[in-house]
């Protein structure tokens, strides 16, 4: 079975912040954050979901939400969706 999955980019209105990640299931992760299920974006709730990319693998998932991170840039994540 061919999973697929995602690194996805999301932002809160509430603390002007995206936070970027990576998942199987776009839809549910975005609910956990929203839901609260994360220590690291409780506060900004609610976060919406403005970028993702798709994988065929999770190490390609992951490998490009630390790419994204390690840019520290909000300039280049804007960028990915604008």
Known sequence: MCKTYYTYIIYSESDDKYYVG???DLKLRL???NDGWSKSTKHGIPWQLVYSEKYSS???A???EYQIK???SRKYIENLFK
Request: glycine share 0%; net charge positive; charged share 55%.
């Open 58 to 60: 999770k190490s390609d």
């Open 31 to 33: 609910k956990h954050h």
């Open 70 to 72: 390690k840019k520290k």
């Open 62 to 64: 992951i490998r490009r």
């Open 22 to 24: 990576s998942t199987h």
